[in-house]
């Protein structure tokens, strides 16, 4: 599986992004799609996650009521919807794919994308 994040840039706080993942290869091996983030010297952590189907969704406390996760199977393709954005999301953005059921950990994860680096401030 191939993953090509894409929509990062620079924005003021309190503004909006959509981060975009388009998936190729072996697709029918995707269950769960999921984004990550690292920020400078930290280590690289959960954003959000959702099912195959998109009936379920999992998202980190500190992107809960701001981001939106969404898939659309017949792109291949997963969208991170950023709203209110802070300083302290800063951070090179991933997207990630899975064989298991809507998972957080990152060790959990079977390809990743190459990320995406978002830059919130004004």
């Known amino acids: 599986v191939q993953l090509q994040a894409s929509g990062g840039g620079l924005v003021q706080p309190g503004g909006s992004l959509t981060l975009s993942c388009a998936a190729s290869g072996s697709i029918v091996s995707i269950n769960t799609m999921g984004w990550f983030r690292q920020a400078p010297g930290k280590e690289r952590e959960f954003v959000a996650a959702i099912s195959r189907n998109g009936g379920t969704t999992n998202y980190a406390r500190s992107a809960k009521g701001r981001f939106a996760i969404s898939r659309d199977n017949a792109k291949n393709t997963v969208y991170l919807r950023m709203n209110s954005l802070k300083p302290e999301d800063t951070a090179v953005y991933y997207c990630?794919?899975?064989?298991?059921?809507?998972?957080?950990?990152?060790?959990?994860?079977?390809?990743w994308g190459q990320g995406t680096l978002v830059t919130v401030s004004s």
């Open positions: 990630a794919t899975s064989s298991r059921p809507v998972v957080t950990a990152t060790r959990s994860y079977d390809y």
